[in-house]
């Protein structure tokens, strides 16, 4: 058998740090989850696990809806 080489799992950062907390009125760190196109980054890229993910999601569709984050990304050119 050959040896394979497998990369260590990223921890999510909210998990690894509790004092990280998910708000939708903080929207710096809400664009750092969204591409260049407005849309939601996947957990793969992000490293964020499943809860968290979902809690992201809903935090920046909260902040979509509240007009802080905009649905497309022509205005963030």
């Known amino acids: 058998m050959a ?6 799992r990223r921890q999510c950062r909210f998990c690894a740090d509790p004092d990280l907390k998910i708000d939708y009125k ?3 760190s809400l664009t750092r989850f969204t591409t260049d196109h ?3 980054r996947s957990r793969r890229q992000t490293g964020t696990c499943a809860k968290h993910q979902r809690r992201l999601a809903k ?8 007009a802080l984050l905009p649905f497309s990304g022509e205005s963030l050119r």
């Open 59 to 66: 935090a920046i569709k909260r902040a979509r809806h509240l």
């Open 26 to 28: 903080d929207i710096n």
């Open 3 to 8: 040896n394979r080489s497998f990369h260590d």
């Open 38 to 40: 407005g849309k939601i």
